[in-house]
Each structure stands twice: as C-alpha cells, then as structure tokens.
Nanobody, 125 residues
Framework: QVQLVESGGGLVQPGDSLRLSCAGS????????MGWFRQAPGKERVFVSS????????RYADSLKGRFTISRDNAKNTVYLQMNSLKPEDTAVYYC??????????????????WGQGTQVTVSS
C-alpha cells in the first residue's frame, strides 16, 4: 500500500518561508518521479514543481521560479518543497504526488498515480 504523507504546512505571514516534506512508503521511492501540486479554495489543482527520480531534473510553474525549490533525499524516502517569500496567493492545500518507475519529470495531475492527503498553507497578515 503506497502512502505519501505531507507535513510542514501552517499559518505564516507574507514574506515568510516554509519547508514542506513528503514521506513516501510502499513504493520504490528512488525510482519514482515526484511532484508538488496545490489547490486553492474553489479552484482546480495546479502544478507547482516536480523532480526526477535521481533529483537531477526539476520543473517549476513559471510563476514560482526563484521562490520555490524542490529537492529529495532518497535515503529518507522524502521529497521537500522549500517556499520562500510567501505571498497570500500561495495560500492553498499542497499535495505531494508520485509516479513510480518513471525516469523523467511530469507536470500534469493525470501523470501521477499516487497522492498524499495534503497540507494546508495559509499566508496571511
């Protein structure tokens, strides 16, 4: 049974930073492409960032480049999302996703087979 468990969300002020973590189990993590998506209230789930199984290739939503950084530690079966200079419009539920046995990076919701339960990030003064 594959499980992805996100953590690290919370309430922060504009300009603050947060690091989200996603711990995977039940899959060969080191052979899985990983991604982060987010969903604001009343909106569809959208791509944030993704990383290849070895960590050598990353992708970001254009609007987030320079503020967000994705990384992974395959020894810990964990993928991270470092979020800096947070803005109120970053408020959303952030989801971790996995696509096993995949050598590339993926940016669409439909590309991913497994999903975490999400972690809430609220940016407000």
């Amino acid at each position: 049974q594959v499980q992805l468990v996100e953590s690290g969300g919370g309430l922060v002020q504009p300009g603050d930073s947060l690091r989200l973590s996603c711990a995977g189990s039940g899959l060969t993590f080191s052979s899985s492409a990983m991604g982060w998506f987010r969903q604001a209230p009343g909106k569809e789930r959208v791509f944030v960032s993704s990383i290849s199984m070895g960590g050598g290739v990353t992708r970001y939503a254009d609007s987030l480049k320079g503020r967000f950084t994705i990384s992974r530690d395959n020894a810990k079966n964990t993928v991270y999302l470092q979020m800096n200079s947070l803005k109120p419009e970053d408020t959303a539920v952030y989801y971790c996703a996995a696509r096993d046995s995949s050598t590339w990076v993926y940016t669409r919701v439909d590309d991913y087979r497994y999903w975490g339960q999400g972690t809430q990030v609220t940016v407000s003064s």
